[in-house]
C-alpha cells in the first residue's frame, strides 16, 4: 500500500523594496504551483527561503544575522533548506554558501523560474504523511547566479494575498549606471514585460476584487514594449473596469515627458501622487553620480507636473555625504528640499556598494563618517519641518481613503488617501478594503490623525 506524501511547506521572508515584495509573491506562485503549501512561520516550513535587498549595507548586515539565526533553527530541523534569494545573493555569491553548512541555495533574481527544480536537485523524495525529514541533509550546495537578458518572468504568476491593493511588476532591471547604485549588476539591463500581460493581468485582478494597483519598475516611466511606451500603458491599465486608483514607482525625473504627465492630468484613476527621486540638490554632484540631469532639469521637470496636476503629491529620493560632497553642495541639497516642499522623502547618507563606480573614486573624497551622520541628521530635520508644514496645510480637507489595515491603536484603522497621505481614524476590522471618506482633523508631522465622514456610504470593494 502507498503511503500517502506530506506536502512540502515553504516560508518566503522578504526584505526591501516594492520589488522585492513583488518577488516574494513571485517566488510562493512558483513553489504553490509546484504544490508547495506556503505558511507563515520558518519554524513550520521544510524550506525557508530569505529574499534580500542590497542596496544599502545596514540592509546587509540585517540579514546575514537573520540567516544566522534561520542556521540555528536549521540544526534543530534536519532536512530543512535553507535559500538566500534577491540582489545581496547576487552581490554576495557563493561566499554566502562559505559557512558552517547553513545556507544550501543562492539564487540571484534572474533564477526564480528554475526556483522549484533547484530545490529538487537539493532534496530527496517527500517523506511519507507523519514522518520527518530525513535527518541527513543533501550535502550539495547550489549557487544559480546567471544573468538573463531575456528574463522578464513573463508568464509566471504571482501568489498576492487577499486584498483590494497589488504590486504590478512590468519593468525588470535598469538600463542607468548610476555610480553609486548596486541595482544593473544584480539585476541586470532593462527587461520590459509584454504590454498585453501586463493589461491582462490587470484585468484579472479587477477581476477578483483588486481596485487599486501599483506598475513597479526600476525606472519604470522608461518602459518600451513595441509600439508602447509606459504613458500609453498607464492610459490603458488606468481604464480597466474595476480599477479605481493607479500608481506607479519608481521613475526616473528624465522620463518625466508632457505625455506622461497628460495622462496623469486627465485619467482619473491615477492617483495625485509622484515620487520623483531627485538624490542630490548639487550639479556637480549630480554629475558625478551620472544621473544625467541637472537641479534646473529637475526643477523643469516639478513645474512641468505641478502646472498640470496642481494638487500632486510629491516624494523624493536624497542620498548625503556622496565622495566628494562638499559642505556647501549639501546645503544646496538642503535648499532643493525646501524650494519643492516634497510631501516625504526617504534619507540616506552614501552606502558603498563593492561593485559600484563610487567605490573605485579617491579615498580622499570619501566624507568622514562623523559628518556623513550630521549631515544626514540635518537633512532628517529638515525632511520633518518641511513635511510638517506641507501637512498642517491640509488639515480640514476631507479625503478618500482606502482602508488598509488595523491601527496600533485599539479601535483605530488607518487608510491611504490617492497623495498617498496616512489617515488614521476610529473604526473596526470590517472596514479593510473599503472606501471612506475622512476629514483630516490633525496631523502628527507625517501622518494624519481623522474622522469619518458617513456620507457617501462606504463603498465594498472587494
Not at 501568489?159 to 519593468?171: E, K, L, N
Request: charged share 30%.
Amino acid at each position: 500500500m502507498t503511503q500517502e506524501r506530506r506536502t512540502r511547506r515553504a516560508y518566503v521572508e522578504t526584505y526591501g523594496c516594492q520589488m522585492n515584495i513583488s518577488d516574494g509573491e513571485l517566488m510562493e506562485g512558483i513553489l504553490a504551483d509546484r504544490g508547495y503549501e506556503i505558511v507563515d512561520t520558518p519554524e513550520s516550513a521544510d524550506v525557508v527561503l530569505v529574499n534580500t535587498c542590497a542596496i544599502r549595507e545596514h540592509a546587509e548586515q540585517r540579514v546575514l544575522g537573520r540567516v544566522a539565526q534561520l542556521g540555528a533553527l536549521k540544526k534543530e530541523r534536519p532536512g530543512m533548506l535553507l535559500g538566500v534569494t534577491g540582489c545581496m545573493a547576487q552581490r554576495m555569491g557563493e561566499s554566502l554558501l562559505e559557512g558552517p553548512g547553513q545556507v544550501d541555495l543562492v539564487m540571484g533574481p534572474d533564477g526564480y523560474r528554475g526556483l522549484a527544480q533547484a530545490l529538487d536537485g537539493l532534496r530527496g523524495p517527500v517523506p511519507p504523511a507523519g514522518e520527518r525529514s530525513p535527518v541527513k541533509r543533501n550535502s550539495r550546495q547550489l549557487a544559480v547566479l546567471d544573468l538573463n537578458l531575456g528574463e522578464n518572468y513573463q508568464g509566471l504568476e504571482q501568489r498576492r494575498s487577499d486584498g483590494a491593493s497589488a504590486w504590478v511588476p512590468i519593468q525588470r532591471g535598469c538600463d542607468h549606471r548610476c555610480t553609486f547604485c548596486i541595482v544593473p549588476y544584480v539585476r541586470g539591463g532593462e527587461k520590459n514585460r509584454s504590454a498585453s500581460e501586463v493589461v491582462d493581468e490587470v484585468r484579472g485582478l479587477a477581476e477578483r476584487g483588486v481596485s487599486e494597483v501599483t506598475l513597479l519598475g526600476q525606472t519604470v516611466n522608461s518602459y518600451v514594449w513595441e509600439e508602447w511606451a509606459f504613458p500609453k500603458l498607464l492610459r490603458e491599465v488606468s481604464r480597466v473596469d474595476g480599477i479605481r486608483r493607479v500608481r506607479f514607482t519608481s521613475p526616473h525625473p528624465n522620463d518625466v515627458t508632457p505625455e506622461l504627465v497628460e495622462v496623469m492630468a486627465t485619467e482619473p484613476t491615477v492617483c495625485e501622487q509622484l515620487h520623483l527621486p531627485a538624490q542630490s540638490g548639487n550639479n556637480r554632484t549630480l554629475k558625478r553620480m551620472l544621473r544625467r540631469y541637472t537641479v534646473e532639469s529637475f526643477m523643469e521637470k516639478v513645474e512641468l507636473v505641478r502646472g498640470a496636476v496642481p494638487d500632486i503629491a510629491l516624494s523624493t529620493d536624497i542620498i548625503v555625504a556622496f565622495p566628494g560632497e562638499t559642505h556647501d553642495e549639501y546645503l544646496d541639497t538642503l535648499d532643493l528640499m525646501r524650494t519643492v516642499r516634497f510631501d516625504d522623502a526617504f534619507t540616506y547618507k552614501y552606502s558603498p556598494r563593492e561593485g559600484t563606480p563610487a567605490t573605485r573614486m579617491p579615498a580622499d573624497q570619501f566624507v568622514d563618517p562623523e559628518v556623513a551622520q550630521s549631515r544626514l541628521a540635518e537633512l532628517i530635520e529638515v525632511r520633518r519641518e518641511v513635511q510638517s508644514d506641507v501637512n498642517r496645510s491640509e488639515v480640514g480637507r476631507v479625503e478618500e481613503v482606502l482602508v488598509e489595515k488595523e491601527a496600533r491603536r485599539d479601535g483605530q484603522m488607518l487608510g491611504r488617501t490617492r497623495r498617498n497621505k496616512v489617515v488614521a481614524f476610529e473604526g473596526e476590522h470590517e472596514l479593510i478594503g473599503r472606501y471612506m471618506h475622512v476629514s483630516l482633523d490633525r496631523t502628527t508631522g507625517a501622518t494624519f490623525v481623522g474622522t469619518r465622514v458617513e456620507s457617501p456610504e462606504p463603498e465594498l470593494v472587494r
